[in-house]
């Protein structure tokens, strides 16, 4: 009945002068669909504006701004600084470091979680037919966990004498370090943590993409004689090129965000060595330094937005 | 002969990925003297359960528990909601404005919520709403990769059904509602599971603007107690792991289906 009440205004905003023919009910047609689609549309762009749109450009407003924690109730009476924030943010010595850390948690962690998801991925495509929802559901179960409990747990596991890996390590005769304590292994006990978590996601990317695969690629190479390695390398890979793009942009979005690992974990220690910028950016936030923290998330958004744009254009060509 | 190597790698894989979580669910029965001990014991020596009792007595969890549960469902029964709505829109209605839409709508598909989380706080605190249930759900009741997911998932519905229904003279709304939404109950599931586990493991949000301890979620609660006074309870730690873990890992593996599918129609987790 609203559709009804609501075609002769539309109906007129689409044509105002009615023809006697079929059109006036071919537009009605679209004025009802119009109208029901803006009803439709209605609470999700409320929604939308206020809680998704709005912050993000509020957030690029208040990073211009001097807002602190004492404005928090008169938002809209703080002063302009220009650039001051990105400048005292690119100048500030910890914001470096969380920003070198960031970069090293992505661009080791990123490639390293994906080899181990396509070596899962042809693993269980080639070799692994019987029981293989068994296993693609096994290594997917860390994906769907909290990070705070998996980082909870890995505190433990990576403890230095009575953890689970210095244990196994214990066995083959390695002696272990005081992985989170550690300035050097810190960061790589993170990153280590990040790919066990999270590989089971691009695996099953990686896994529909193989099977997308026609089984004549492979035949057409076992008839020219290259090895299994050859065929792999050659054939599936440039194949998996659009999969091998998309999830590595998304991994690396999300890598480039890491924030409960150190939280849990580490707090950003030791001496920052796992201090990420998210996290940087939420003590500082925490300091009430509102616009220094919003210039930091903008850095951070430009950055992932730029890297996303270069991934796309870097693995389209060729 | 080649086959057996292949499926010890795997299950070697398996042992790795399941190890953690064996090990915490070992762990939440022993006493912290038993969790430091080295070397490390596998089973508990003499299981206790007074991690659990003291989590669900002393430690308030059940109310924290209460709280992400509560949480969840209610964005989750928004996304379903909203996102179906606008997903129809967008792939079935020829409105002025679609296009323009879709392009608003997958722009921030990537959006970080670090991005956005400041003026968020400062807008949810300017409404009242900080460090209660709606300041909690009211930023996650709408998702763009609802809106995604469920876009897609309606185009590839047939146009005759619409087209049959608006002889009979059925009301756009009525199409939507009781025509094609029920042939999207695949897609729902998918897009619910998903909501559902995103907004149970949810952190950054939930630390800002829970500010006391009755509003805290799990994830929050979890964290807090390891970083705070509580750091070196290793046992309760263990215990608070296993019921932030366990419900998701129960829900996944029933639905564990649906999760999967919902990759492969959109590509994203």
Redesign the interface.
């Known amino acids: 009945m609203s559709s009804a009440t609501l075609k002769g205004p539309a109906a007129q905003a689409v044509g105002p002068t009615p023809r006697p023919s079929s059109k006036p009910r071919r537009s009605g047609a679209v004025g009802r669909q119009t109208a029901a689609a803006w009803i439709l549309a209605l609470p999700f762009a409320v929604l939308f504006l206020a809680f998704t749109a709005g912050p993000v450009l509020g957030s690029l407003g208040m990073s211009f701004t001097d807002m602190k924690q004492r404005d928090l109730r008169t938002p809209f009476a703080v002063n302009g600084v220009g650039f001051d924030n990105y400048v005292k943010a690119l100048s500030d010595e910890t914001f470096r470091k969380a920003a070198f850390n960031t970069a090293y948690f992505v661009v080791i962690g990123v490639p390293l979680t994906l080899v181990v998801a396509l070596a899962a991925a042809v693993l269980l495509d080639k070799g692994v037919k019987k029981f293989q929802s068994l296993f693609r559901v096994g290594y997917y179960l860390p994906v769907v966990t909290s990070i705070v409990a998996v980082a909870v747990i890995w505190r433990f596991v990576l403890a230095p004498d009575s953890g689970l890996l210095n244990t196994v390590l214990g066995w083959i005769g390695i002696d272990g370090p005081n992985w989170l304590a550690s300035k050097t292994w810190a960061m790589p006990s993170l990153i280590m943590m990040a790919v066990w978590r999270n590989f089971g996601s691009a695996m099953i990317i990686f896994l529909a993409g193989l099977q997308g695969i026609p089984h004549t690629v492979e035949e057409a190479g076992q008839l020219d004689g290259a090895s299994a390695w050859k065929r792999f390398r050659y054939l599936i890979v440039p194949l998996l090129r659009p999969t091998i793009l998309f999830t590595s942009v998304v991994t690396g979005i999300g890598y480039l965000q890491f924030f409960e690992e150190p939280f849990v974990m580490t707090q950003g220690g030791p001496l920052n060595s796992t201090l990420s910028v998210s996290m940087y950016t939420y003590q500082q936030f925490g300091f009430g330094n509102y616009s220094l923290a919003a210039s930091m998330s903008y850095i951070l958004f430009v950055v992932i937005a730029v890297l996303t744009f270069l991934q796309f254009r870097l693995l389209r060509e060729k | 002969m080649?086959?057996w190597w292949?499926?010890l790698?795997?299950v070697l894989?398996?042992i790795?990925?399941?190890?953690?979580?064996v090990?915490?669910l070992l762990?939440s029965f022993k006493t912290d003297g038993e969790?430091?001990?080295?070397?490390?014991t596998w089973l508990p020596e003499a299981p206790t359960n007074g991690n659990y009792s003291e989590l669900f007595g002393k430690a308030n969890f059940p109310r924290y528990f209460f709280n992400s549960t509560l949480v969840a469902l209610v964005v989750t029964a928004?996304n379903l909601?909203?996102?179906s709505?606008?997903g129809?829109?967008l792939a079935k209605?020829?409105?002025?404005g679609?296009t323009p839409?879709f392009v608003?709508?997958m722009g921030?598909l990537?959006?970080?919520?670090?991005?956005?989380?400041?003026?968020?706080?400062?807008?949810v605190?300017?409404a009242g709403l900080a460090n209660s249930y709606p300041g909690l759900i009211?930023?996650?009741?709408?998702s763009?990769f609802g809106?995604f997911l469920m876009r897609q998932f309606f185009a590839g519905l047939p146009d005759d059904l619409m087209d049959a229904a608006?002889v009979d003279g059925t009301?756009?709304?009525g199409i939507?509602g009781r025509i094609m939404l029920p042939l999207t109950r695949p897609a729902l599931a998918t897009l619910g599971i998903l909501t559902f586990?995103g907004s149970?493991?949810n952190?950054?949000w939930p630390l800002?603007i829970a500010q006391t301890e009755d509003k805290y979620t799990?994830?929050v609660a979890?964290?807090l107690y390891?970083?705070g006074q509580n750091a070196q309870h290793?046992g309760l730690?263990?215990a608070?792991?296993v019921v932030?873990?366990v419900p998701?890992?129960v829900i996944?593996?029933a639905f564990?289906r649906h999760?999967?599918k919902g990759?492969?129609i959109t590509?994203?987790?």
């Open positions: 080649r086959r292949i499926y790698i795997a894989g398996l790795a990925v399941a190890a953690p979580f090990w915490m762990g969790l430091l001990r080295v070397p490390p928004g909601t909203f996102c709505m606008l129809y829109a209605l020829n409105f002025k679609r839409l608003l709508v921030t990537m959006v970080p919520g670090m991005v956005t989380f400041v003026p968020l706080f400062v807008l605190t300017n009211l930023p996650f009741l709408v763009p809106v608006r009301s756009e709304l939507f586990l149970w493991n952190f950054l800002v799990l994830p979890l964290a390891s970083t290793y730690l263990m608070g792991a932030v873990v998701v890992l996944f593996l564990q999760v999967t990759i492969a590509g994203i987790k």
